[in-house]
């Protein structure tokens, strides 16, 4: 894993710079060679972005796919791909898992301290 876009391929970088609007991208609170657990994917304009706990705050954050070798290409049979309509012309694709499939506020609810759903992502990191 690269944290840094000036790492990157000239593609990579300037694929990633459509979606991080900013030179230098670093991402903060991620290790080099480290493996992450993927909780969950989501494509923007057709870019997918994994879910990582990657600073055990409790919930995932979305981190762009270029700074990631993927070590298992399995998808969990509980997961399900949702999409949603972002407005006439746009939508966006994600891979999740069932419970938050299945309640697309459960995310926001976690951000704002909702304890049902806050248990339901410690439930899923403790898989």
Do not use: C
């Not at 790492?7 to 290790?31: F, M, T, V």
């Not at 949603?84 to 499939?101: C, G, H, K, N, V």
């Amino acid at each position: 894993m690269r944290n840094n876009s000036n790492d990157l391929s000239y593609e990579r970088k300037a694929d990633l710079l459509r979606h991080i609007h900013y030179e230098n991208a670093e991402l903060q609170g991620l290790d080099v060679g480290k493996t992450y657990q993927v909780f969950g994917l989501v494509f923007r304009d057709n870019v997918p972005w994994y879910y990582l706990d990657a600073d055990s705050s409790g919930y995932p954050t979305p981190y762009p796919f270029h700074y990631f070798k993927p070590t298992e290409l399995a998808i969990p049979s509980n997961w399900r791909m949702v999409v949603r309509q972002l407005d006439i012309y746009r939508f966006e694709t994600s891979i999740l898992p069932e419970f938050w499939a299945e309640d697309s506020s459960v995310y926001e609810r976690v951000l704002d301290d909702d304890p049902d759903a806050i248990e339901k992502f410690k439930a899923l990191m403790d898989d």
